[in-house]
Every structure is written in structure tokens, then in C-alpha cells.
């Protein structure tokens, strides 16, 4: 099982915000990273570290973090953004990388 | 263009062995950590492996640490990633991608490479 857990799915209207949450013990010492899926596709980075997107992110995406969670945040989703999100970090133990899984975000 | 080009899947029998490549291009490859990840059919990504830019210190998931191995070759300017002792469940797409930093953010992504454990 999955030491990150995120909603399975969560839905907004076009041109809402969206908060899409990640929660782990591990996420109190490390930064989550975050990957946008778009289906048959592979994964983009959209967000890393405190709160640093890689260029080409559109800055209507944030991240944040509090105590166990992490939070990539959508300001005025768009329909593009309609796709699965994984958060990302390092495991408690320190040893190796664990995904989320994943949150299916709809665009209404 | 930076890019990474998977090759090597394809179906197998369990108990089986496949080794998959990554040739990448447009980066300075020798620079970058790299790492497995992968995706069985409809569920979530799930790291394999990572590898540091020197190779000297390599990384598994609980799941195949000791049946997958992880190298790279900096003159080919290829990830590899050995699988033996195949298991039905290590069905997936298998992607590699560039760490922008040991084990931090994966910023470019390959295509993905399919492989199928199955009699």
C-alpha cells in the first residue's frame, strides 16, 4: 500500500480553483512532487520542491505544504488540466521513492 | 531537443528476462540521476528503480530489489534496466526519466516501453 494517499477523484468547473491534497508522515520532511497524466500519455512534472514549476507550467498551478500534507492547488482550471495527478516523495525510511495514487481531476 | 528513447519490451514468460533501454539525447547525460518507473495496466506509477549520475550508488523498490538491476553506460548515453525472474505482476509500462536531482523531481519522461508477463 501506498504510504502517500490522495482522493481518488475530485471534480471543478471550468475556471474554479481546485486544491488536489497528498498525505504521508514523510511529507513532514520532505517536499512532495507532483506529475500531471493525461491518458496514453506519459507524465509531466508540473510542480517540485516549496513551490517551483518547471517552464512551460502555467502559473495558475501552486503547491503548498502543512505538517503531513501537500497541495498542488489549480487557479482558474482549464479544460486541459482535465487528467490524473500523482504526488511524490522520498518514503519515512529514507530508502526509496513513493507514489500517491493518484488523483483523477474532471473539469466540468 | 532533450529526449529519452525506451526499447527493449515485449512479452515474456514468468520466471522469464528482459532487459530495457533508455537512450537519451539532448542533455548532458552523465550529469542527471535517472530512474524506472513504472505503470501496470489502469493503476497508479509506482518508482522501480534510480541510479545516481555516476552509477555508484543505486536504489529499488522493496518489490524487485533483487531481481531487477539498474546501470547506465555514459558512452552509449543509455539507462538500462535488466528484469530477471519475471513475475506476472511486473506487467507495465515501464518509463525512464531525468532527475533533475537525486531522487527529487523527474522532469523529462520517455515514452514508455510495454512489458508482459504472461504463459
Known amino acids: 500500500s501506498s504510504e502517500l494517499t490522495q482522493d481518488p477523484a475530485v471534480s471543478v468547473a471550468l475556471g474554479q480553483t481546485v486544491r488536489i491534497t497528498c498525505h504521508g508522515d514523510s511529507l513532514r520532511r520532505y517536499y512532495a512532487t507532483w506529475y500531471q497524466q493525461k491518458s496514453g500519455q506519459a507524465p509531466v512534472l508540473v510542480m517540485f520542491g516549496k513551490d517551483s514549476r518547471p517552464s512551460g507550467i502555467p502559473d495558475r498551478f501552486s503547491g503548498s505544504s502543512s505538517g503531513n500534507t501537500a497541495s498542488l492547488t489549480i487557479t482558474g482550471a482549464q479544460a486541459e488540466d482535465e487528467a490524473e495527478y500523482y504526488c511524490k516523495s522520498l518514503d519515512s525510511s529514507d530508502s526509496h521513492l513513493v507514489f500517491g495514487g493518484g488523483t483523477k481531476l474532471t473539469v466540468l | 531537443e532533450v529526449q529519452l528513447l525506451e526499447s527493449g519490451g515485449g512479452l515474456v514468460q514468468p520466471g522469464g528476462s528482459l532487459r530495457l533501454s533508455c537512450e537519451a539525447s539532448g542533455f548532458t547525460f552523465s550529469d542527471f540521476a535517472m530512474s524506472w518507473v513504472r505503470q501496470a495496466p489502469g493503476k497508479g506509477l509506482e518508482w522501480v528503480s534510480g541510479i545516481t549520475a555516476s552509477g555508484g550508488t543505486t536504489k529499488y523498490t522493496d518489490s524487485v530489489k533483487g531481481r531487477f538491476t539498474i546501470s547506465r553506460d555514459t558512452s552509449k548515453n543509455t539507462l538500462y534496466l535488466q528484469l530477471d525472474n519475471l513475475r506476472a505482476e511486473d506487467t507495465a509500462v515501464y518509463y525512464c526519466?531525468?532527475?533533475?536531482?537525486?531522487?527529487?523531481?523527474?522532469?523529462?519522461w520517455g515514452q514508455g516501453t510495454v512489458v508482459t508477463v504472461s504463459s
Open positions: 526519466a531525468k532527475d533533475t536531482e537525486w531522487l527529487v523531481a523527474f522532469d523529462v
